[in-house]
């Protein structure tokens, strides 16, 4: 079996379109990206599971004549995962939108402090929960503008 042009060019942008939409920072776009990518793997999956043929009934036509059903169980499975997916997916972008009402993910103060306290030596390990002094700007502002603050000496 022969696969035609047209169905590799429809395979090769679903999953640039599914990888692309996966690399943006809102939750909603991320969730297209997975459908779109999930629904390009059955396609791949179909493709590549060869000729169609009859019904995968045992003495309603010929074996050679009968369709793998294997690859219709392993695209079913496919769809189920990610519909699993999917859900897990809406539940964080309604958790999102109900804390922050925006589902764009932003990079966390906390997880800034944390790397500024390793480098500068006063966090020993990055597991350690030590959030005395979060509450100080000089441990979420940016090094740089701080810099530019200080005086010459």
Known sequence: MTTSWLLLVLLAALYTAGVY?????????VLIGVLVLGNATDLLVISAGGPFGAAALVGRAPDAAMSDALVQALVLTAIVITLGVAALLLALIRRSWALDREDDLTEDTEDRSVRRRLARGEQVDED????TGCEQTSDTDDDRATAGTEAPS
């Open 21 to 29: 939409l996966l690399l943006d920072r809102s939750l909603t776009r």
């Open 128 to 131: 350690e929960l030590d959030t």
